[in-house]
């Protein structure tokens, strides 16, 4: 199915452009992930770079079935596809994770330093997302 479908019946939010639908996803995920790393590191007590290891893995499984189905309008996940969105997500989660650590090693809260990063590899997933994983035919 194209990237790009005409729109859908429901609420609001499902009839607005796909990179909006995207950005939306994203900051569901950017709440979800700081959760998971306050649990992580909080409560179990992990170290961060192992913390922010796990949930980078757990949100980008999670967040590849929401863009799929929801941003894409997929009708069922492929195999292929999650393979390019790993593909496409190691550089941006390397370019995140190498940023996040590097600020909290600087003192930066790591709530903070794992916030300030997404900024840093937002782009680079928008267009590996958009031009290369879920690129219309043709």
């Avoid at 393979?83 to 996040?100: D, E, I, Q, S």
Wanted: hydrophobic letters at 55%.
């Amino acid at each position: 199915m194209a990237v790009h479908s005409a729109m859908s019946p429901g609420p609001w939010i499902l009839k607005t452009h796909p990179v909006v639908r995207w950005f939306f996803v994203g900051a569901i995920f950017l709440g979800i992930g700081l959760s998971l790393l306050k649990l992580f590191v909080d409560q179990l007590g992990w170290p961060f770079w192992a913390a922010s290891l796990v949930q980078a893995e757990l949100c980008t499984l999670l967040r590849f079935l929401a863009n799929d189905r929801w941003v894409f309008h997929q009708d069922r996940p492929a195999w292929a596809r999650l393979w390019k969105y790993h593909v496409a997500n190691a550089g941006g989660f390397a370019l995140w994770w190498t940023t996040a650590n590097a600020l909290q090693r600087a003192d930066v809260p790591y709530l903070w330093a794992a916030t300030l990063a997404v900024g840093c590899s937002t782009l680079l997933s928008l267009a590996t997302n958009f031009l290369w994983v879920w690129r219309r035919a043709g």
